[in-house]
């Protein structure tokens, strides 16, 4: 039986779904991707939805679909800034549809929505105290995700950018909680990247190079694991990279403070969307580079892959932590947040692997990376086959190596 772990936010829930993933997880994963994390999930999924449903009635959707209408159409009907809105309005139209708030009518370009019931109210409040009760590491996602739902209608109206609203220096704070092996809904990326990394690292050890490291929570979720099995000196030099100056200061603050300043781990800025070489980076020089959600903000996700296949030598991996979409045009909560980002929601788009911005499917990961000559793709855990019991799970790492 297909199990939807979103089906609703009980404790009843949590535990089927949890039962259905455990057949399907390998045992390194079932500690990481427990009933309790399914719980969280959850209900987070719902909070975000009322968040989404809050927003739609303060922008005016639901008379904007009393007759059915297109994104385009809404967009053009309210006068929004299509730039930015077209494509957070789209998300929040198909997430409407998919809880059954909006009637979709037709598919691909000639889809629209039309909301044939009078909307309900719903207070995201509970959902968050509920959480609470439950399990108050996941609260820094609800504190962003509340947080960038307040400005939300300003930024769709264009009267606020959206990477104004995400990352005005007053709301660093909010990132250093998000990004963070604490925040339990956010390090699930971080466990499920770490346990392919000790699964795919070469035994011979070498340099690892981290891709958009951020605030550095990746990196010590990787750097433990690897400690904890005694192969921390298998790695010759953990080379940590990000583009902004902020969080790669931070990150460093932060392994420096769990490592002690060895010679072996070293911070360096690199932007992803430039030429490795000319960054310092010598082709053929790296074992493993790594990513945990960081690959998916490429501008053009060829060219990066590109990169990254230059600077690995023969045999080498590449290894990413992502939010892999199950299936096209299915929704994923952390979109909610990031559809403000230029960068996230309108990346250089390609017909095959890159059709649209935001997250990828599994089978566009593997057309992108072996279009940039790897070979040996795969999934940790087997998300093509999860996606057929339960389909709104969406953690997993790429694995791919670079041919000699
Ligand atoms: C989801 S975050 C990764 C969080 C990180 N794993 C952590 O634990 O804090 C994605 C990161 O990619 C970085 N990024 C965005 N554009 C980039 C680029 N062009 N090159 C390198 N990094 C980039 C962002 O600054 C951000 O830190």
């Given at each position: 039986?297909?199990?939807?772990?979103?089906?609703?936010?009980?404790?009843?829930?949590?535990?089927?779904?949890?039962?259905?993933?455990?057949?399907?997880?390998?045992?390194?994963?079932?500690?990481?991707?427990?009933?309790?994390?399914?719980?969280?999930?959850?209900?987070?999924?719902?909070?975000?939805?009322?968040?989404?449903?809050?927003?739609?009635?303060?922008?005016?959707?639901?008379?904007?679909?009393?007759?059915?209408?297109?994104?385009?159409?809404?967009?053009?009907?309210?006068?929004?800034?299509?730039?930015?809105?077209?494509?957070?309005?789209?998300?929040?139209?198909?997430?409407?549809?998919?809880?059954?708030?909006?009637?979709?009518?037709?598919?691909?370009?000639?889809?629209?929505?039309?909301?044939?019931?009078?909307?309900?109210?719903?207070?995201?409040?509970?959902?968050?105290?509920?959480?609470?009760?439950?399990?108050?590491?996941?609260?820094?996602?609800?504190?962003?995700?509340?947080?960038?739902?307040?400005?939300?209608?300003?930024?769709?109206?264009?009267?606020?950018?959206?990477?104004?609203?995400?990352?005005?220096?007053?709301?660093?704070?909010?990132?250093?909680?998000?990004?963070?092996?604490?925040?339990?809904?956010?390090?699930?990326?971080?466990?499920?990247?770490?346990?392919?990394?000790?699964?795919?690292?070469?035994?011979?050890?070498?340099v690892?190079l981290e891709v958009?490291g951020?605030?550095?929570?990746?990196?010590?979720?990787?750097?433990?694991?690897?400690?904890?099995?005694?192969?921390?000196?298998?790695?010759?030099e953990y080379r940590f990279t990000e583009l902004?100056q902020?969080?790669l200061?931070?990150g460093q603050?932060?392994?420096?403070?769990?490592?002690?300043?060895?010679?072996?781990l070293q911070f360096v800025v690199l932007d992803?969307?430039?030429?490795f070489?000319?960054q310092g980076v010598?082709?053929?020089?790296?074992?493993?580079?790594?990513?945990?959600?960081?690959?998916?903000?490429?501008?053009?996700?060829?060219?990066?892959?590109?990169?990254?296949?230059?600077?690995?030598?023969?045999?080498?991996?590449?290894?990413?932590?992502?939010?892999?979409?199950?299936?096209?045009?299915?929704?994923?909560?952390?979109?909610?947040?990031?559809?403000?980002?230029?960068?996230?929601?309108?990346?250089?788009?390609?017909?095959?692997?890159?059709?649209?911005?935001?997250?990828?499917?599994?089978?566009?990961?593997?057309?992108?990376?072996?279009?940039?000559?790897?070979?040996?793709?795969?999934?940790?855990?087997?998300?093509?086959?999860?996606?057929?019991?339960?389909?709104?799970?969406?953690?997993?790492?790429?694995?791919?190596?670079?041919?000699?």
């Amino acid at each position: 039986m297909r199990s939807r772990l979103a089906s609703g936010a009980t404790a009843a829930d949590a535990t089927a779904a949890a039962a259905a993933l455990r057949e399907l997880l390998p045992p390194s994963l079932q500690p990481v991707i427990s009933a309790s994390f399914i719980r969280s999930h959850l209900l987070y999924e719902e909070f975000v939805d009322r968040l989404a449903l809050r927003v739609a009635r303060e922008t005016g959707l639901e008379a904007a679909t009393r007759k059915p209408a297109s994104a385009q159409e809404v967009v053009a009907g309210l006068g929004l800034e299509a730039r930015c809105a077209l494509v957070p309005l789209d998300w929040i139209l198909r997430r409407l549809a998919a809880k059954g708030t909006l009637e979709e009518v037709g598919a691909g370009a000639d889809r629209r929505f039309r909301s044939h019931t009078t909307w309900p109210v719903l207070d995201p409040e509970p959902v968050r105290e509920a959480q609470l009760r439950h399990d108050p590491s996941s609260l820094p996602s609800y504190t962003l995700a509340g947080t960038v739902a307040q400005d939300y209608p300003a930024f769709l109206r264009g009267e606020a950018a959206g990477e104004e609203v995400l990352f005005s220096p007053r709301r660093l704070r909010l990132w250093v909680d998000y990004f963070s092996n604490d925040n339990g809904l956010y390090a699930i990326s971080n466990h499920v990247g770490a346990v392919a990394v000790a699964e795919w690292l070469p035994r011979v050890g070498g340099v690892i190079l981290e891709v958009g490291g951020g605030l550095g929570s990746g990196a010590l979720a990787l750097l433990d694991r690897l400690e904890a099995a005694g192969r921390l000196g298998e790695v010759r030099e953990y080379r940590f990279t990000e583009l902004v100056q902020a969080f790669l200061r931070r990150g460093q603050q932060t392994l420096q403070g769990r490592y002690r300043d060895p010679s072996w781990l070293q911070f360096v800025v690199l932007d992803m969307n430039r030429s490795f070489a000319e960054q310092g980076v010598r082709p053929s020089s790296l074992s493993t580079v790594y990513a945990v959600n960081a690959l998916h903000v490429a501008h053009d996700l060829g060219f990066t892959l590109g990169e990254v296949r230059c600077a690995l030598e023969p045999g080498g991996q590449l290894i990413a932590s992502e939010c892999v979409r199950p299936h096209p045009w299915q929704t994923i909560y952390a979109e909610f947040i990031f559809n403000l980002m230029e960068t996230f929601r309108a990346p250089r788009l390609h017909p095959v692997y890159r059709p649209a911005g935001g997250f990828l499917t599994a089978e566009q990961w593997r057309g992108a990376i072996e279009a940039a000559g790897f070979a040996d793709v795969r999934f940790l855990p087997d998300i093509l086959r999860i996606r057929e019991e339960v389909p709104d799970f969406f953690a997993a790492a790429i694995g791919a190596t670079r041919p000699d």
